[in-house]
C-alpha cells in the first residue's frame, strides 16, 4: 500500500508542477513520466526487453490521451469518436489526460512501486 501511495504522489507531483502558475511545459511533463518509469525499471530489474515493451506502453497510451485533443492526429489504440468536444482542447487538459494515462500504465506495470 505504501508503494502504491508513492506512486500516486509522483501523480500529483507532476500534474502539478505541470500546472503550476499557468505555465504548461510542453515537454518537461513527459520527460518526468519517462523518468519514473526508468526508476521503476531500475527499481525492479527488468530486462531489456520488458524494459523496450513497458517505455512503448507509456508512451503509446500517453500519446492516445493526446490525441483525444487534436483534430488529425491518428491515435493507436483509441476508438474511433472519442475525441473530446474542441472546446476542450486546452493545454491543461492535454497534460492532465497524458498524465492520467501515464500513472495508469505505470500503476499497472509497476504496482509495487
Known amino acids: ?3 502504491n501511495l508513492g506512486m500516486k504522489y509522483l501523480f500529483m507531483m507532476f500534474a502539478a508542477a505541470s500546472l ?3 505555465q504548461i511545459p510542453s ?3 513527459v520527460l518526468r513520466w519517462n523518468s519514473a ?3 521503476a525499471v531500475r527499481n525492479t530489474r527488468l530486462g531489456p526487453p520488458m524494459t523496450a515493451r ?3 506502453m507509456l ?3 500517453m500519446y492516445d490521451a493526446w ?3 487534436d483534430p488529425v492526429a491518428a491515435p493507436v489504440h483509441l476508438p474511433q469518436g472519442s475525441r473530446r468536444p474542441a472546446s476542450e482542447w486546452t493545454p491543461e487538459n492535454r497534460v492532465t489526460a497524458m498524465s492520467y494515462a501515464a500513472y495508469d ?3 499497472d506495470l509497476f504496482p509495487s512501486q
Do not use: W
Open 67 to 69: 490525441c483525444a485533443y
Open 1 to 3: 500500500m505504501k508503494q
Open 37 to 39: 518509469a526508468l526508476q
Open 20 to 22: 503550476a502558475a499557468g
Open 27 to 29: 515537454d518537461n511533463f
Open 105 to 107: 500504465v505505470l500503476n
Open 59 to 61: 508512451h503509446t497510451a
Open 54 to 56: 513497458a517505455l512503448a
